[in-house]
């Protein structure tokens, strides 16, 4: 047996799991780069030798684009990056994106993981994208043969863009539209530099407009002027996020120095790119005491990028209990845990507090000062479901200058293109559609959070996938764009 097929029989018990080391601290706060070190390729190479090659690969399944896994993760282990690069890009149309700030269920769902540490999957995956982009591996997509349709893709966050790719693959003329400046949604400014660098995203629309995709930026499709911009295409596909933020309805919240994180977040991106900020006002954390309310990706996002504007102090808010650093019980492999995760941001700098419940804040001259929480504890109700109980004299005064509202969102936007279409909404405020990914309107479709709800980056470009293959159907007949698990498009040239 030769020493490669030796490592991949028995690499899973050779090698631990290694991820590339962060930059310090010290260093990666002053910019906006992302935190990690290259990883050395033999290291990759090593790591890929971990995957099992288990007979039934619940990391496929795991994944929502059903990733193909343990083919590229073989073809790493041996050096050919060529065949690792056509498996993968065969059910992802940006491994880039994924690879930088997906969480990985594919990770959690790793047989691997029963016993051990999960294989590196997000990282290889990252690998294999950056070394096609550097061979010049990674094509436009343009397609060989044009159907003369016409698709509008409204919005051009992740759902948007595989929907346009897809459709674009499929021969239909491709409209993407985008009320921002710039294209790419969520990526190009919900989402930090440090987590994902925005030539990554430039770099791809930049492909697809090679391609022949057509986006027009600064259009807010269903508003004003634009109101019937729709009404010369075949099919509609409405990406448009679910942009309607959580707000907190408590005594005090509408005193100034109280914002939600995506104008913060917003901000800061357009400030990162050299780009202007007529017409509002600045969000800054220099010099304050700031408090992030909410404890998921978002609120990290926050505290990274206040750690970077110098922040005084920054105090992190959860209303849900510290969840485990284990598996729960009733979630057990493959399914994917909701356990204690600390991201780069938090490494850098926070005070996290769980079970905590903020009352009402403290103003003085119209602008916050501080915020009065308390402890809470979960019960069950008469109802039998669980709520949140305050816990007697745990009350406490925090001092705030800045307070961000990182607490979710509820669906899209029910007015503009949503409104002026007709589009109905269902019961949880996303749009309504059939298993089709069709709204009741005819030939208007929907995908992403818009749809499905609050949600990762990886589903959203699912429903673009999936979304593209609907509407292809509808418009020709058939389709030949590949379902879920992935295939090639062998009409594109």
Request: hydrophobic share 35%; charged share 25%.
């Amino acid at each position: 047996m030769t020493k490669k097929n030796e490592d991949k029989s028995r690499g899973f018990l050779k090698y631990k799991r290694e991820m590339p080391a962060r930059r310090p601290v010290s260093e990666r706060v002053l910019d906006s780069a992302e935190v990690y070190f290259p990883f050395p390729e033999e290291a990759l190479k090593t790591q890929a030798t971990r995957c099992m090659d288990c007979g039934v690969p619940f990391c496929q399944a795991g994944c929502p684009l059903g990733n193909r896994i343990p083919d590229w993760n073989h073809f790493v282990h041996l050096g050919n990056w060529k065949e690792a690069y056509d498996q993968l890009r065969m059910t992802n149309n940006f491994p880039e994106f994924t690879g930088r700030i997906c969480p990985a269920p594919c990770e959690s769902a790793c047989v691997l993981g029963v016993i051990d540490s999960p294989v590196t999957i997000e990282q290889i995956e990252r690998e294999i994208i950056e070394m096609a982009f550097k061979q010049g591996w990674v094509d436009a997509g343009t397609p060989a043969v044009r159907t003369g349709k016409h698709v509008a893709v409204v919005g051009s966050g992740p759902s948007g863009l595989a929907a346009a790719d897809q459709l674009n693959r499929a021969g239909h003329w491709v409209t993407v539209f985008e009320r921002d400046d710039r294209p790419g949604g969520l990526l190009q400014y919900g989402i930090p530099d440090f987590k994902l660098e925005k030539h990554v995203v430039e770099r791809r629309i930049a492909l697809m407009e090679q391609a022949g995709i057509v986006f027009k930026t600064g259009v807010h499709v269903g508003v004003g002027a634009d109101g019937e911009t729709l009404s010369a295409f075949d099919a509609v596909v409405l990406c448009i996020g679910a942009t309607k933020p959580r707000d907190l309805p408590i005594p005090g919240r509408e005193t100034d120095g109280i914002h939600f994180a995506w104008n913060y977040l917003w901000q800061q991106n357009k400030r990162v790119a050299g780009q202007p900020l007529d017409h509002v006002s600045p969000i800054l954390a220099k010099d304050k005491h700031v408090i992030v309310i909410g404890g998921g990706d978002t609120g990290s996002d926050c505290i990274g990028t206040a750690n970077r504007q110098q922040a005084a102090s920054i105090t992190q808010f959860e209303v849900l209990p510290m969840p485990p650093e284990g598996r729960p019980v009733h979630q057990p492999w493959p399914f994917y845990p909701m356990i204690l995760r600390s991201s780069s941001s938090h490494e850098e700098g926070a005070d996290r507090h769980w079970s905590v419940m903020t009352k009402y804040f403290e103003t003085e001259n119209g602008r916050v000062t501080a915020l009065h929480t308390v402890k809470t504890e979960i019960q069950t109700g008469p109802d039998g479901r669980p709520k949140f109980v305050e816990i007697p004299g745990s009350e406490v005064r925090w001092p705030a200058d800045l307070v961000l509202l990182a607490i979710g969102y509820t669906g899209p936007d029910p007015d503009g293109v949503v409104a002026r279409l007709g589009v109905p909404l269902d019961g949880r405020g996303a749009i309504q559609t059939d298993g089709a990914y069709q709204t009741p309107v005819p030939g208007v479709f929907a995908a992403g959070d818009g749809r499905r709800g609050q949600s990762l980056v990886v589903w959203a470009i699912s429903e673009g996938r999936e979304a593209a293959r609907a509407v292809d159907t509808y418009l020709v007949g058939s389709s030949r764009l590949p379902t879920k698990g992935g295939g090639d498009l062998p009409f594109v040239r």
